[in-house]
């Protein structure tokens, strides 16, 4: 239950009950459109990331408007950088909002995929509303491409069946494929994935903020490095020996210790001040057993009852990264007279009064419930989704001991309210690059091959990831396909001069090459730097000459935990690859020079690999040079280095007498 009072100045109160209702329907609705034709109906395709959030000043209507910084245009031509995306609702004339149900909603620096078309007004407009916006949702270091679809509801055309749930799409691989069939190039979608329950449950995962008017509340104060005072009635908690002072002192920890954001309540000791929703007395405080009757009735453990209420007063409006809230200026919490059965029959009662203090405290955060079974209210039910279900502001205590225990959905609320700007994963480590092209980190990490990172594999050769014109396994020969630039096939033939490496399975050192995603670049010059000691120039060819040398890198740059792998841990300048990057991407051409894509074959070129061979040209020996076979894909034994020049596939490390079969092979392809 919520109560909003006043539109300049109210109070927002979230009740915690138990009630369990059916689901609610929503009142946008649609039909499930295919990727290809809302790829072929638009008229421009961008990837970019969301500058700003602002209200339209569009008179007598109701639009929002975000700000979106082109990373690169897939089909069409950008007019503008950055663009201008105008979507229906938000803040009207007069003061009034205008709430449309599906409207996409973005935050500031939020990654997103647009499907556009332009509007007389010089801005830009989402095709088919919201069937056309994507953002970005990263797990378990995988880039995914989602729809936020909770507020409307898809139908069959008549006469058909019901249509299937809407499947999640890797991000780089949705991108390619659209880059592709804007060029003409038309292929089956190759980006659908099948996530476990468990994964498809994180990326699902929707935490819900309180909102009155169509905006947010937050806390201002946090922003400059200031705390928000806390205090305790000093009459206590009943039922709880200690009062319940150290598990709200508890509480407040759980909500400060939110690794990346700078919210900072402070406890200040207890009180005597006792207005709490009354009116507004200047004191955030926790006020126990409801000494003000503000909450009709009692609790009765027989029969339950509200525990607990918390919320926000909030007044004057403000701008956080472009997007408009309203201020809070004060936070109370008071807890129903007769709970103290509740503590004594729990499970772990000073756990449950730390749970449900944190759970009240988030409410004055300006966070409303993950999940609720109430169907009047915004949450969706706790049984859609166990991640939300599990969260420390679900509608509902659990009551198993955990305490004030925030889930990453709780933490993601925190995220979208507080997180500063450029606010750095709390997780990530800082890679430095010395004068001497030394590449060190400040922390340890790992990087496992399934993320496409740097130094990823166990084994002993450098490989990248390739496109391919037709299927490929571990063990190939695989040369320039000279009929698709920029791909690769099977070697064909003898003595091929097109040949370029072998297949991989699981090499020491992976270039993942995801040049859609700019943050993903700084691995491939960090991994560059050093090749470049190791003296393997010439084996990256062109793509090498085009990086900056050690000597361009100067400003500060954070990347996240497994981006490639160093030792030692010096001080060194950091630097801002970032920037970089942004700045001489077009006329460098990395877009062009490094599309990669995660999943695509491993394709190894240089170090030990097996090697498909064959005895067709002669026994094979340890030691004898390799060139590509007549048949595709396979190696055999060059007899004649000048007649096999610019053709060698390697060296052979074992024998195959006869037949065919695998070896291991140094390869050293040149």
């Known amino acids: 239950m919520r109560a909003i009072v006043g539109s300049g100045a109210g109070i927002l109160i979230a009740l915690v009950a138990v009630l369990l209702l059916s689901p609610a329907a929503w ?22 990331r969301v500058l700003e959030v602002r209200s339209s000043t569009v008179p007598h ?15 069409g031509t950008t007019p503008d950088d950055p663009l201008v995306v105008r979507v229906l609702g938000g803040k ?5 909002y205008l709430k449309i149900w599906g409207a996409p909603r973005f935050r500031p620096q939020q990654r997103v995929l647009l499907f556009l078309e332009p509007h007389p007004d010089g801005t830009m407009r989402i095709q088919q509303f919201f069937l056309g916006a994507f953002y970005e949702a990263v797990v378990d270091g995988r880039s995914l491409a989602l729809r936020d679809l909770s507020e409307v509801q898809a139908v069959p055309l008549p006469g058909r069946s019901a249509p299937p749930p809407e499947r999640v799409r890797d991000f780089d691989r949705f991108v390619a494929w659209l880059t592709d069939r804007a060029q003409g190039i038309v292929r089956p979608p190759d980006y659908f994935l099948d996530l476990s329950p468990g994964a ?8 819900t903020l309180f909102e009155a008017g169509g905006l947010n509340l937050r806390w201002f104060e946090f922003d400059s490095g200031q705390g928000v005072d806390w205090y305790a009635h000093q009459n206590g908690q009943s039922g709880l020996t200690s009062g319940g002072f150290p598990e709200f002192q508890n509480a407040l920890a759980a909500w400060n210790d939110e690794p990346a954001t700078p919210i900072n309540y402070v406890y200040r000791g207890t009180t005597t001040a006792s207005g709490g929703f009354t009116g507004r007395d200047n004191v955030n405080a926790i006020l126990f057993d409801d000494p003000n009757n503000e909450i009709a009735g009692s609790f009765d453990c027989a029969t339950g009852g509200t525990l607990a209420v918390g919320g926000p007063w909030y007044s004057g409006q403000n701008t956080f990264q ?14 129903q007279d007769g709970i103290d059965c509740f503590f004594q029959n729990s499970v772990d009662g000073s756990k449950a009064a730390e749970e449900l203090f944190g759970h009240e405290l988030g409410h004055t955060l300006g966070i409303d419930h993950s999940c609720d079974n109430d169907p009047s209210t915004a949450p969706p039910p706790c049984s859609s989704d166990p991640l939300l279900d599990e969260a420390l502001m679900r509608a509902y205590v659990h009551d198993d001991g955990r305490g004030a225990l925030l889930n990453s959905d709780d933490q993601a609320a925190a995220r979208a309210l507080y997180q500063q700007p450029g606010n750095p994963d709390p997780t990530a480590a800082v890679f430095t690059v010395g004068s ?34 037709e299927p490929v396994e571990p063990g190939d020969v695989v040369e320039i396909d000279p009929h698709n630039p920029k791909r690769y096939r099977k070697a064909r033939g003898p003595y091929s001069d ?31 730097t050093l090749l470049r000691e190791a003296g393997i120039r010439p084996l990256l060819g062109s793509l090498l000459e085009t990086m900056p040398t050690p000597a361009d890198l100067r400003v500060p740059l954070r990347l996240g935990v497994g981006a490639l792998s160093t030792t030692g841990a010096e001080e060194e300048p950091r630097v801002n690859l ?11 051409g990395w877009e062009r020079a490094a599309a990669k894509l995660p999943g695509r074959p491993l394709m190894a070129l240089l170090g030990r690999v097996y090697v498909k061979a064959t005895a067709a040209n002669g026994p094979i020996r340890p030691g004898d040079l390799l060139t590509t076979a007549g048949k595709p894909g396979y190696a055999m034994r060059c007899p004649d280095a000048k007649r096999c020049e610019g053709a060698i596939v390697g060296k052979a490390l074992e024998a195959l007498p006869r037949g065919e079969g695998l070896i291991l092979v140094l390869v050293t392809a040149k």
Do not use: H
Request: hydrophobic share 40%; charged share 20%.
């Open 27 to 48: 009142a946008t609705s649609y039909v499930p459109m295919a990727d290809e034709a809302l790829a072929d109906r638009s008229s421009l395709i961008v990837v970019g």
């Open 498 to 528: 097109r040949v370029v490496g072998v297949i991989a399975t699981q090499p020491g050192i992976t270039l993942a090459n995801r040049a859609e995603e700019l943050r993903q670049i700084p691995r491939y010059l960090g991994a560059l």
């Open 322 to 335: 472009g997007q408009t809230y309203w201020v809070i200026v004060e936070g109370d919490i008071i807890t």
């Open 200 to 207: 498809l449950a994180s990326v699902r995962a929707q935490y």
């Open 92 to 96: 009207g004339p007069n003061g009034l």
């Open 436 to 469: 001497d092209g030394t590449v060190s980190s400040d922390r340890a990490y790992f990087c496992g091959l399934s993320q496409g990172c740097f130094n990823a594999g166990t084994g002993a050769d450098l490989a990248e990831r390739i496109d391919v014109t």
């Open 578 to 588: 970032a920037r970089l990057i942004q700045e001489r991407r077009a006329e460098r």
């Open 61 to 75: 209507q109701a639009f929002t408007d975000y700000v979106v910084g082109v990373e690169r245009t897939l089909k």
